[in-house]
Structures are given as C-alpha cells and as structure tokens.
C-alpha cells in the first residue's frame, strides 16, 4: 500500500510486464524479463498475470460471458472451450446468473466479479489487483475482497494495490511504498489479519 | 490445470490471433455501435454508389445510343460523286437510272441521288410571280433529288405527297417544300394547286412535309425533281451530287461496298461509298467522354468517404484506449491490435461498399425505369466495386491503427 504519487502504479506496471524497469531485473517463476522481447512478453503477460483494475475495463456492448471470453482470445483456445471455461469461471465468482448480461446493466460489485472471472480465466500464476476497490462501496468491496481471499486460499497468488489501510489490513503481507521505497514495516493504522 | 506451465520461458509459445477471432472482434467492433458504423462508411456508400451510377450511366447511355444508331444510322450508305480523275469533265456521275440501278441491289429499300442546285446571285423564291416584297424566301436552298431521295429520307407529308418516277422522267415542275418553308411563303393548303417561282420559273407544289427521318437539313429545303432542275439549271456545280441509301438492317457495309460498282461498272472509280461507322468503336468514344469527368466524380467522393473512415477510426481509436490497453494486458501484442482496427475500417469499407453498390444499381435502375431504358452494368465493375470500398477502408485504417498499436497500456489502464 501507499498513498498517490508514492510508486505504486510504477511498481503495478513492473510486476504486470507492462514496463519494463529501467534500473535492475525482474524475475517473474525465474525467468528474467527484461531481456525478453515486447511480444515475448506480451505472451508472458496473457498467460502468467491477470490483472483486476479500479475501473473494471470492461467491454461495454459485450456480455458478461463473453468479456470473460476475451482473454482467451489472444492464446488461440478453440471456441467450445473457451465458452465452457467462461462460464466455469463466472459460476466460481458466483455470477452464472448474470453471464448473458451487459455491463452496463450490472452493479458495480458484479462488474469487478466479472473482472476478475477474466482474470482468472486464463489460469494466470499472479493476480494483480490494482485499487479492485476504489469505484465500489464498502459493502461490495469487503465481498470482492472476500472473493480474492478466497482465491489465494486456493493457493493463487494475488497481489493488491491499494491507498486504503482497510484493504491493507486484509493481506497476509503488507508492503508499504512511499517515495518509491518499498518497506516492509507496517504502518500504525494497519494490523495484519 | 494439468498442463498448465508455471514456469514462463523462452520456449514459450507466443501470443496469436486467429483469423475467425480476428474477424469476429473486428466484426463486432462494427456491429456494436450500429449509428456510427453507418455514418462513418456513409462516404465510402456515396462513392461508390457514385461510381457504379456513373459506369451503369455512361453504360446504358451508350447502349440507348446504339439502338438509335442502329435503327437509323447502320441502315443508311451515302455515296458521294467525287468524279476520280476526271472530276472536271464529268460534272455528275450518277447516271439517269441511278435509283434503279441501286434498287436492284440486294439489301437496298430506297436511294436517290441529290445535288444543291446553284442559283443566279439574286434569284429568289417567291409564290407569286412578281416579286412582294413580303413573300420573298430567297435564302431557301434549293435541292434537285431524283424520287428515291425522298423514299429513302422518308418525309412525313402534312399535305399532298411525293413527287415519283413519273413526275421526273416526264420533266414535271412540281416541287416538295417543308412546312416551316411552306409557312414563309404563304402556303396553307394544297387545294389551291399553289405554284411557287424560283426565279421566273413556276413549280406546282405538290407535297408539304413536317418531319423526316432521314436527312434533316431536307426540311429547310424546296426539292424538286432531277431532270427539270437538270434542265433549267444544269448539273452540279458547286458541290457534286451524292446517293443517299437506306438499306435493310446490317446490309449496310455490304451494300456500300457494292455500290459503286453497281451504279458506274465502267467507272467505279468516280464514286465514293460512305458505310455508317462502327457500333462499336461509337459506343466505346461516347462512354470515355461522359464517364471520365463523373468518374473523377466518384473518386473525389471515395477520397472523402476514406478521410470519414479514417477520421472516424482515428476518434475510435482515442475513444477505446482503455479497451487497447486491456486487450495489451490480456497477452495481445501490438500488431494484433494494428490488425484488429485495420480489420474493422476495412470492413466498414466493405459494407460502404456493398451498401454503395447497391444504392448505385438502384439508381441505375431507376433511371432506366423512369426514361424506358434497359440497364447496362457490366458484372465486373458490380463485383470490383465492394473491393474498392474494402482497399478505401483498408486505406483509411492504416494511420489510425498504427497510432492504436502505439497506445502505451501503461497510460490507457489508469483512466
């Protein structure tokens, strides 16, 4: 966690191989990524990272079903198996109800659900979860956070970005950044679970 | 799960887009924001609507030319008296039983032989014998024409009729005037017998005519038999006599290449046959002259509906960078989204393209119904045509897809 400005969307870039850093490595299940190609990790990306954004970034004129469908578009997965998959997924975030819907006709707490089906859909090795809170109240947030919690019980890891000490508080690690200095103390306001 | 490979490597298969995903994304990108897409392929509809409409235009106006052309026109010879050689000694080569001699030509409905017959300077055409000075017509010409000229120019008489082989063989002065003529010299009906004076000479008129199918220029003329004006004028002079022919359909390149031959088999050499143009190569002039400036036309409409597709992908483009951005962090790569929004331009290109050619047909159509046309489109431009709204739309996604693929995920997932 950290406040705005402190390097938190630089470090979420990183870890997401959406950038490359311009200091050092990173080593995501021990290969070294900044050696590899923009397309290298563009692949590595698809298939080892799911990401989970405050603003969802949804498809707005496609369903529930098939935005979940998309990330498996990229890896060349026959149409049958993506569909079942889909909806495999969207029943373990609890919304096979809801997967012939639109966005725009979901809550806010469904639409992240959908996110994150679409994340995990593509079995990644890390979940990284940038503010998955900030556009939500805080009922729907504690049952999205309950969400991941159960998914790392799973044994997925799942990485949270967030300025909210009550989020913070959820996670078995917590890492403070502050001026791009990542600490491994915790702040006062935040007593792990 | 059971395959699943933890540990990324080199090895690693890269990302890929297959061509029905391709499609069916770009597809969708299209069908899901139905106004736009209309609005933006709007341009590539006009110009290629334009397009088909300027080639199934010129087209069916070439083809409604060549009907005319071939009713009239590739039924008729004329034969012109050049004289060959000796032009000088031989002021007429037609010989007397021209009309027969042509007549008995297989293929021939009617021909006869006409010359201008020259004046004194100041002779005048009035209908009555000393001079009016009212009723004086002295710029009408005045045409000596054996009787098959008038069989072959087919004149539509208002009144009276034809001056015939009797009326020339046997010197008869009668003549054959136009309404409008007939009109300027005071002439309204035929009952009287009125005569009308060239010079001092007297020719009963026999026949008015209002309409020729044949040899217009006819209607402004005072014609009268050949072996009278013969006499009192003499033959040609200024300019030499020619045939006029009509023949049946298709006869015509048969019929003037024997004509000569036909008319003057001691001297084919002093005619010339003049057989009507080639079809093909009128229609071929007239579709280039009309089609060139409408078809610059078109392309100035296809160059505005590309800078429409191409403005309007671009906006798309700045619209959905948070879409581009996901579909980065979904393990896409920059050239799959290069493809996708050329893949959609094209195929609002495609859809113009379809939607202008068949707005184009139906223009064409139309016009055809409304003027009794038949429609003339050729199938290959009907088939080119949606090709072309694809390489506009192709055309017009090229920037705003580079600029897409150049969209930082970075940047587009924090909006």
Known sequence: ?193 | MVNRRRVPGRAAPGSRLALRDLLSEAVAGVVQRPARSVLTSLGTVLGVGSFIAVLGLTGTAAAQIDTRFNRLTVTEVTVEDTGGQDADRVPLSFPRDADRRMDRVHGVTAAGVYWKVRLAPGTAIRSSPVAAPDGAVSRTPVVAASPGLLDAAAPHFTQGRAFDAFHDTHDQRVAVIGSATAARLGITTLRTQPAIFIGDTPFTVIGVFDDVRRKPDLLLDVIVPRTPAERIWGPPQDERAKMLISTRLGAAPQVASQAALALRPDHPDYLRAVPPPDPKALRHAVGGDLGQLFLLLAVVCLFIGAVGIANTTLVAVMERVGEIGLRRALGARARHITWQFLTESAALGLLGGIAGTSLGTAVVVGVCLHNEWTPVLDPLTLGAAPVLGLATGLLAGLYPSWRASCVQPVEALRR
């Open chain 1, 1 to 193: 966690m950290g406040p705005s400005g402190s390097g938190k969307s630089s470090l979420l870039n990183i870890l997401g191989l959406l950038d490359t850093p311009t200091r050092g490595t990173y080593r995501l299940g021990g290969t070294d990524t900044s050696t590899l190609s923009e397309s290298r990790r563009a692949a590595l990306r698809g298939r080892e990272i799911g990401f989970v954004f405050q603003a969802f970034h949804l498809l707005p004129h496609r369903t529930a079903q098939e935005n979940v469908e998309l990330a498996m578009v990229y890896r060349r997965t026959p149409r049958r198996v993506r569909r079942a998959k889909a909806a495999e997924v969207l029943a373990r975030v609890g919304l096979a109800h809801r997967a012939h819907a639109l966005p725009t006709h979901l809550s806010g707490g469904e639409r992240q659900r959908v996110a994150v089906a679409r994340a995990l859909v593509a079995q990644p090795a890390l979940l990284l979860c940038d503010e998955p809170t900030g556009n939500l109240d805080s009922e729907t947030a504690a049952s999205v956070l309950d969400l991941l919690e159960g998914l790392h019980r799973d044994g997925m890891t799942v990485l949270v970005i967030t300025h909210d000490p009550q989020v913070a508080a959820r996670g078995r690690r917590v890492l403070t950044i502050r001026d791009g200095v990542l600490d491994e103390t915790v702040p006062e306001a935040v007593t792990p679970w």
